[in-house]
């Protein structure tokens, strides 16, 4: 196989066929014959030949574009997660010769930037980043026909259209369960923003696991907002301070449980002896040591790879664009319990 790459108008000349014949012969039009186009698929990947998008374009009548719209806010979704998740998206666009469009916009403008891009032909499709409980967004998608997939999901019907998420409660919940098993019964939740529909089902998660054993729900034991390290810490401080203080945590990001580390250190707390911390990991690439392991690698954690997700929820949108009459496809990632030295045995 070449290790350079070709492009249409030189895989055609190799072929001794036209640019049109070839084009239409690789995206699969129905009046070239199979024997060219097997020709031409044989070819094609003998020499290395990478799609241009403009070139697709023409051809199929498609912009070979996938959008991603990104709130501005108050609130904005943490780069880390946005940033691996389009890395893994990315990917999945390029080997499908798709290029990327990013548009930022405030929770105002957005619907005026979806029916842009369906006036204007801008991109294919779009994926739906962050979900609220209250979602208008998928609607809107709906009524103007521009194919989607939701990272995440909404409330509603949920299966009327495309969405790949974690089970948040799950996993919330078997972490809950395992401090519970401990001997904890002061369990603190140190939650992303409940308006959000992951951090919504958390909540949920670790408020069945409390009810199941007959806890009760301490609303001073719940923090809710955005996930970052300064957040984990102060959430943290704020409830050793307590005069009754939570014995053990759990974090809805690693992120956060990091500055949940760091305030037990600031107390003088051994993770594991003295207090007991307990996270959601998303597997961010830049914590990740050589060994896959997330800092601190001995954390006591649920993970699912964001990066994993970007790539997969990439595949969905361009198999819905090839085939809009496609039934939805949902998908509901679960989560291992993996034990680390962060957690302990009440004493």
């Given at each position: 196989m070449?290790n350079?790459?070709?492009?249409?108008?030189?895989?055609?000349?190799?072929?001794?066929l036209?640019?049109?014949?070839?084009?239409?012969?690789?995206?699969?039009?129905?009046?070239?014959?199979?024997?060219?186009?097997?020709?031409?698929?044989?070819?094609?990947?003998?020499l290395?030949?990478?799609p241009?998008?403009?070139?697709?374009?023409?051809?199929?009548?498609?912009?070979?574009?996938?959008?991603h719209?990104?709130?501005?806010?108050?609130?904005?979704?943490?780069?880390?997660?946005?940033?691996?998740?389009?890395?893994?998206?990315?990917?999945?666009?390029?080997?499908?010769?798709?290029?990327?469009?990013?548009?930022?916009?405030?929770p105002?403008?957005?619907?005026?930037?979806?029916?842009?891009?369906?006036?204007?032909?801008?991109?294919?499709?779009?994926?739906?980043?962050?979900?609220?409980?209250?979602?208008?967004?998928?609607?809107?998608l709906?009524?103007?026909?521009?194919?989607?997939?939701?990272?995440?999901?909404?409330?509603?019907?949920?299966h009327s259209?495309?969405?790949?998420?974690?089970d948040?409660?799950?996993?919330?919940?078997?972490?809950?369960?395992?401090?519970?098993?401990?001997?904890?019964?002061?369990?603190?939740?140190?939650n992303?923003?409940e308006?959000?529909?992951?951090?919504?089902?958390?909540r949920?998660?670790?408020?069945?696991a409390?009810?199941?054993?007959?806890?009760?729900?301490?609303?001073?034991?719940?923090s809710s907002?955005?996930?970052?390290?300064?957040y984990?810490?102060?959430?943290?401080?704020?409830?050793?301070?307590?005069?009754?203080?939570?014995?053990?945590?759990?974090?809805?990001?690693?992120?956060?449980?990091?500055?949940?580390?760091?305030?037990?250190?600031?107390h003088?707390?051994?993770?594991?002896?003295?207090?007991?911390?307990?996270?959601?990991d998303?597997?961010?690439?830049?914590?990740?040591?050589?060994?896959?392991?997330?800092?601190?690698?001995?954390?006591?954690?649920?993970s699912?790879?964001?990066?994993?997700a970007?790539?997969?929820?990439?595949?969905?949108?361009?198999?819905?664009?090839?085939d809009?009459?496609?039934p939805?496809?949902?998908?509901?990632?679960?989560?291992n319990?993996?034990?680390?030295?962060?957690?302990g045995?009440?004493?």
């Amino acid at each position: 196989m070449s290790n350079n790459i070709v492009n249409l108008k030189q895989l055609s000349q190799y072929l001794g066929l036209s640019q049109t014949t070839v084009s239409r012969a690789l995206n699969g039009f129905p009046e070239v014959s199979e024997r060219t186009r097997k020709k031409v698929q044989e070819a094609a990947e003998k020499l290395n030949y990478r799609p241009s998008p403009s070139a697709s374009s023409l051809a199929t009548g498609k912009a070979k574009i996938i959008g991603h719209v990104v709130p501005v806010s108050e609130h904005r979704m943490i780069n880390p997660h946005f940033s691996d998740f389009l890395a893994g998206a990315s990917d999945t666009y390029a080997r499908a010769g798709y290029d990327l469009l990013i548009r930022a916009a405030t929770p105002e403008q957005e619907a005026d930037i979806y029916r842009d891009f369906v006036s204007r032909n801008r991109v294919d499709g779009v994926v739906v980043h962050g979900p609220m409980v209250d979602e208008s967004r998928i609607e809107l998608l709906k009524s103007i026909g521009l194919p989607f997939v939701v990272h995440g999901r909404a409330g509603g019907e949920e299966h009327s259209y495309s969405w790949l998420d974690v089970d948040n409660r799950s996993a919330i919940e078997k972490l809950t369960n395992y401090l519970i098993d401990l001997g904890h019964r002061r369990i603190a939740l140190v939650n992303g923003l409940e308006s959000m529909n992951f951090a919504h089902r958390r909540r949920l998660g670790y408020e069945a696991a409390l009810q199941q054993h007959g806890i009760e729900i301490d609303p001073a034991l719940i923090s809710s907002a955005d996930m970052n390290e300064p957040y984990g810490y102060e959430a943290t401080m704020e409830k050793l301070a307590l005069d009754n203080p939570p014995t053990a945590f759990v974090y809805s990001s690693i992120l956060s449980a990091m500055g949940g580390m760091r305030a037990a250190n600031m107390h003088s707390l051994r993770p594991g002896k003295d207090i007991s911390l307990a996270t959601f990991d998303d597997q961010l690439s830049f914590l990740q040591s050589k060994n896959g392991a997330s800092p601190p690698p001995y954390m006591t954690n649920v993970s699912s790879s964001i990066q994993e997700a970007g790539r997969r929820v990439g595949e969905l949108l361009i198999a819905q664009i090839a085939d809009p009459k496609a039934p939805p496809v949902c998908e509901l990632w679960k989560t291992n319990l993996v034990v680390g030295e962060s957690t302990g045995r009440l004493a």
